[in-house]
């Protein structure tokens, strides 16, 4: 099957499967971002290319599936790989000899030999041996044959960072290659929605995005014979829609306990701008032994929620925000549909909803967070791609701590320039107002005075304006005369 965008990555396993020496890559990222499909699809079809995948396993009820099974599930996955019988092994110890033992007869043989261990987390169940018998294969075995290439992977990507990414010792300094699998990016996004038969606007595509996120898997349920709000509909408000339980579904599968997971997620969706780590802290001050801590690190490290240190106004710290669209839709549109819709089959709850007010305010704070995600293709567009910048979004306060402003996204350039980006969602041309003006003003003023208070050099300020369909060319935008970005410029 084709694999859609992923150049980068595409290229890195063809220099991976060439090169003339073994490999350990560790692939790791958000789940359902796509990581399975990416390896199986590039080397399963593959002539002179022997693959061997090995899918650790889970109970319904979230356990572990019994070592038995495991180990049956490998005897299998060997037959089929290699075309040889072999007696179900009685550990992880025995299974590894046997893999070594044949992967010793293609010594000096020009095929490739791609050992693929998928969900690592849920291979390695305590006092298993998996990871012990994996180590010891490659010490021993397969870091010897430039023709084997062993690839580890797992959806609990905190898990993955904390053992074998960023492990201090063992198994992590033997990685020779690390791929970090993020969610597709707009143009990302425009491709695979066409190769599916998709001709959309890319307002239409966007809004997807803003909905679903570069989530192929999510991606992948839209049907190109249905309009984007049908899609949504069937899929998202409808009983038998397959995102219906999604939110659940996915935290359930990478956190125990993840009621507290959701708990703090649920808190900093319900702050449009992020919430500072103190406030966290205090909220949930009743999570005992560092339990805060490892929930955000393993929130961040599943590309759901950002960590953001402040570039101006240090002394509020650290700042968590949502990065992931599907959850936010969620828990803004999903979360709360009333019963009674699914007593109804010929109910269209969200094509109501998208016609209000509310949905269109939504719109305009989650076009923010688009923009926020794509700051490469936004630094492209206006040309400062090879100047060293800092992006961030600013707060300023005033004297008694109350929020007097905030810019949506700012660069401090090493130009001794800063770039000051307002970014406006809108059907139409955005039209400037008067009170446009004096907002920008105040955060020009607020930006100066924090820059002369702290006794930093003062900047030139440069204004940028990124907008749906650009900025209507009236009197306020003669006196700013800005820079204009628009949706185009994201792709």
Not at 7 to 22: F, N, R
Not at 54 to 70: D, F, I, M, R, V
Not at 318 to 335: A, G, M, Q, V
Not at 394 to 417: C, H, M, P, T, W
Request: net charge positive; aromatic share 14%.
């Amino acid at each position: 099957m084709e694999i859609i965008a992923r150049k980068k990555e595409k290229q890195i396993l063809a220099d991976i499967l060439w090169s003339k020496s073994s490999a350990l890559v560790a692939v790791y990222g958000r789940r359902r971002v796509g990581k399975t499909f990416l390896v199986r699809n590039f080397f399963e079809s593959l002539e002179n290319v022997i693959y061997f995948e090995l899918t650790g396993q889970k109970q319904e009820s979230g356990e572990y599936a019994p070592l038995k099974y495991q180990l049956g599930n490998f005897k299998y996955q060997f037959e089929q790989a290699f075309s040889k019988k072999i007696q179900p092994p009685d550990s992880w110890h025995d299974a590894f000899n046997i893999l070594k033992k044949e992967i010793e007869c293609f010594a000096g043989a020009s095929v490739k030999l791609v050992l693929f261990f998928d969900e690592l987390p849920w291979l390695c169940s305590p006092k298993s041996g998996f990871f012990e018998a994996l180590d010891q294969a490659w010490n021993t075995t397969f870091e010897r044959f430039q023709n084997v290439k062993v690839i580890v992977c797992g959806s609990a990507a905190s898990w993955m960072l904390k053992k074998i990414v960023h492990a201090k010792a063992g198994f992590s300094r033997r990685i020779t290659h690390k791929i970090q699998l993020s969610p597709f990016t707009l143009k990302e996004t425009k491709d695979y929605l066409k190769y599916k038969g998709f001709d959309l606007s890319l307002m239409s595509i966007a809004e997807i995005y803003m909905i679903l996120g570069g989530i192929p898997y999510y991606l992948n349920f839209m049907n190109p014979h249905k309009s984007i709000y049908q899609n949504i509909e069937d899929e998202c408000f409808d009983i038998s829609g397959r995102l219906m339980d999604e939110y659940n579904l996915v935290f359930n599968s990478l956190f125990r306990n993840s009621s507290h997971h959701k708990k703090v997620v649920e808190l900093i969706a319900s702050r449009q701008k992020g919430v500072l780590l103190g406030e966290l802290t205090h909220k949930f001050s009743s999570l005992k032994g560092g339990s805060l801590s490892r929930i955000l690190d393993n929130l961040v490290a599943s590309d759901f929620i950002k960590k953001t240190a402040p570039l101006y106004n240090e002394k509020k710290g650290t700042i968590y925000r949502i990065i992931d669209e599907f959850i936010l839709f969620y828990l803004k549109w999903i979360k709360s549909v009333p019963q009674s819709i699914f007593e109804s089959p010929n109910t269209v709850y969200f094509q109501n909803i998208a016609q209000k007010t509310a949905f269109n305010s939504w719109k305009g704070f989650a076009f923010e967070r688009l923009c926020l995600k794509h700051e490469l293709q936004i630094r492209e567009a206006l040309g400062i791609h090879k100047i060293l910048c800092i992006p961030s979004m600013v707060y300023f306060y005033d004297d008694k701590g109350k929020r007097s402003s905030q810019i949506d996204l700012l660069f401090e350039r090493a130009d001794n320039v800063i770039s000051i980006c307002e970014i406006k969602h809108c059907n139409t041309d955005y039209e400037l107002s008067k009170s446009d003006l004096q907002s920008l003003m105040q955060k020009k003023e607020d930006l100066r005075r924090y820059l002369f208070r702290k006794k930093k050099s003062q900047k030139d300020i440069h204004i940028c304006y990124i907008t749906t369909n650009g900025l209507r060319h009236n009197q306020y935008f003669y006196q700013i005369q800005p820079l204009v970005l628009r949706l185009e410029d994201l792709f």
